[in-house]
């Protein structure tokens, strides 16, 4: 399914149906993801910031498809302009019946760095516990009990993503945060040492290469996704 | 055929900045309408005085020049008392509707620029009924006599119809005393009245032009917009005036009926308090260790030398610019005119010259928007991309606005931010949304379009007040020099904001609507 890739970068969009069915409280499954979701929006940071790689991604649920207008009856309908002796009953009854959707769905979609598989294994490995608290909600998903079940659910509800735009470039996401840290101490740096002679700089250079540390992809950088700059969760 | 405006039906100040017509001084009185019908009666004899924008002269059937003028806009709520049909109100754009204190997040009006601490007047606005802002006068003088002279009429006028109509006072951040009206003049340097604001720049030289404005062709370079062979156009009348087409050649968004927008306008009133102390401290610390040196250094603040606004894309350097004033100084006005406005970007799109946080860049980046950095090109460098859009100024051009207004209160003592003197700026737009509040939100508090990260507007940039990540901007240097660009770090909160609104500007023939209610969408 090469539509699904650019670069390094893999488009994913997953369309898993949630069962028609209700809680105690009376609450149909597709309001209580939803609420989920809502949930999670409002936690210090999104669950999804734990999952490796992942550049953007977003959830929501699809209530029905939504119908730009009416469908056209095709050749009758310029028929009927043209010869209005083509009654109007037969221009209707010719009118393609609108579509819908057989259930509600939960809809993943994510650009992230490298292949699926590893993808879907680092998301299980790290927010399984989270993923179940969405999807357990969805047809076929008491069957997933491990990533490998993860990884066979997920991509029986794919879909190709035919036209993608990655606002990103083509690197990992741990090189990505740690260029941008980088780039955010080297100009402090440059402007702590403006004026400073060659030697001062040379010397302080070499203090702030040791404490940045560039190959190190690990520390010091920046922590993958961010809601908020304070710590607080919100209120 | 050359676009005829009407002139006697557009209102005089969105023509003319009075303070190039030799009118330096001016009051700015706010009023709140009790009661709607005695309102329309008020604005009925307001209108009769209403300045229009019509070229004066002194001989036969020509109209004079008047010794004071006298214009008119209302807010949102005021336009409510004033009884405008639902119907029409709903045509309104939704930022006049919520108005500038709403929109602060937009804005970036927080920290010391927050609401909190506007001008009471401004505080009580859209939270008090009573003390709800609904009208809004200028008056503009010749001279001192003269503004007495409206200043009382204005005053005869409220007495005639106090059951109706109030002045509202606190045009300052205390109530005592209580100001009831937002006095502001030229700045007078040496006895000489200038052009100038209080941190000492020449304001508003690259004014818009539009179609239809009386004697635009000789303004035209410079201040309309920049076209693929490097000529100048002026721009669209519907960038500035409702009903008229514009650069998209569509009629902007305006309310129903067409009688009541057609000619008339949005205008933003802002009052920012400049911190003099803070910038005299901050342009002689990094002065004394700019290569540039002081003046040059000012100049890189806001893209003009201070002392006589020189663009520093004609004199980026001391050596230039001793060249450009001899240049000055031999031209005719025309010529004059021409060397302050007449410049464009094209030779200086890494920002060598003028820097990209540079004050007059942020506001009009002219056609330098068009910018492109290819793998291979020297580091630092920029050039212009000619296959990005149809014309030039793809990206600007939507983005103007006309800038009224003038400097207030006096600088006492230039060792203090504290103390009365700032400038009220009137921004004069067709859609708020599009032109004021994205040039405020997008190029004077962020920097992405110039490919300056989060670098704000060096002068007008609402710069952090948190130690932790303090606000820096780049003076940049020509790419294939060894030069080392210089760093503007921990830039102080130069310009803070004391209040404002949005307004609606109506034509002279609105206005007489308005005020017989006889505005009709139906």
Known sequence: MSSNVSGNAYALTILSPIKNSYTHEEIAYADVVRECLQGWNMEKNSPMALVPNTYLCRYFVLDDVVNQSLPGAGALDTLSDLLPLVPDWLRRRALPAQDRLQSRYLVFASTFHGDLDTYLRGMWEAIGARIKEVWKYCYGFEQVDSADTFIAYMKRCQLQSALFFVGSNDDALDSQLKALYLKQEFAKFAIDNQGRDATTIRQHMQAFLQRVDPTNLTAPTWPAGKYRLTDEAAS | ?522
């Open chain 2, 1 to 522: 055929m050359t676009k005829q405006l009407d002139l006697l039906d557009i209102q005089g100040n969105v023509i003319r900045a009075y303070g190039r017509f030799g009118y330096p001084m001016a009051r700015y009185v706010f009023f709140n309408i009790k009661k709607s019908d005695v309102g329309r009666e008020f604005i009925s004899k307001i209108t009769e005085k209403v300045t229009t924008s019509v070229e004066w002269g002194n001989g036969v059937g020509e109209i004079r020049k008047p010794d004071w003028t006298v214009n008119v806009a209302f807010t949102y709520q005021g336009l409510k008392e004033l009884e405008l049909p639902t119907s029409s109100l709903i045509g309104f754009s939704a930022e006049f509707v919520a108005g500038m204190k709403q929109r602060k997040d937009i804005l970036g009006d927080d920290g010391p620029s927050a609401p909190e601490h506007w001008d009471k007047i401004w505080q009580r606005n859209r939270d008090q009924r009573e003390f709800d802002v609904h009208v809004f006068i200028a008056l503009n003088a010749t001279g001192p006599n003269f503004l007495e002279q409206a200043y009382d009429w204005l005053c005869g006028l409220e007495k005639e119809f106090s059951e109706g109509v109030k002045i509202l006072s606190g045009n300052s951040r205390e109530d005592d005393p209580p100001m009831d009206y937002q006095d502001v003049k030229v700045v007078i340097e040496h006895g000489v009245p200038t052009a100038k604001e209080h941190f000492g720049y020449t304001d508003a030289i690259g004014d818009p032009v539009f179609e239809g404005m009386p004697a635009g062709s000789q303004r035209v370079n410079g201040r309309g917009k920049q076209m693929n062979d490097g000529s100048w156009a002026p721009l669209a009348t519907g960038e500035f005036l409702l009903g008229h087409f514009d650069e998209a050649n569509e009629y902007p968004p305006a309310p129903e009926p067409r009688l009541l927008a057609r000619n008339g306008t949005y205008m933003v009133y802002r009052k920012l308090h400049e911190n003099v102390a803070t910038f005299d401290a901050y342009l002689e610390d990094h002065g004394q260790k700019y290569p540039g040196g002081k003046e040059l250094l000012a100049a890189k603040f806001v893209g003009r030398w201070r002392d006589n606004g020189a663009p520093l894309t004609a004199a980026p350097d001391a050596a230039s610019k001793r060249i450009f004033d001899a240049k000055l100084a031999a031209a005719d006005e025309q010529g004059r005119d021409d060397l302050l406005s007449d410049f464009t970007y094209d030779h200086d799109m890494s920002g060598a010259k003028c820097p990209f946080s540079a004050h007059i860049r942020r506001i009009n980046p002219r056609a330098s928007l068009q910018m492109v950095h290819h793998d291979g090109d020297t580091p630092g460098s920029m050039k212009v991309n000619p296959d990005a859009f149809d014309t030039c100024g793809a990206l600007s051009n939507r983005r103007r606005l006309l800038r009224r207004g003038l400097p207030y209160g006096d600088v006492k003592d230039r060792s203090r931010d504290d103390g009365n003197h700032g400038i009220i700026i009137m921004m004069i737009n067709a859609d708020i949304g599009r032109q004021f509040e994205f040039v405020q939100q997008q190029w004077v508090n962020y920097g992405n379009d110039f490919k300056a990260g989060n670098d704000k507007d060096v002068i007008l940039g609402n710069h952090s007040t948190d130690p932790e990540c303090p606000s820096k901007a780049v003076i940049q240097v020509d790419p294939d020099s060894d030069a080392a660009p210089y760093f503007l770090s921990k830039i102080p909160r130069l310009v803070v904001t004391r209040g404002g609104d949005y307004f609606f500007v109506p034509s002279l023939t609105a206005l007489r609507m308005i005020a017989d209610g006889v505005i009709d969408p139906t």
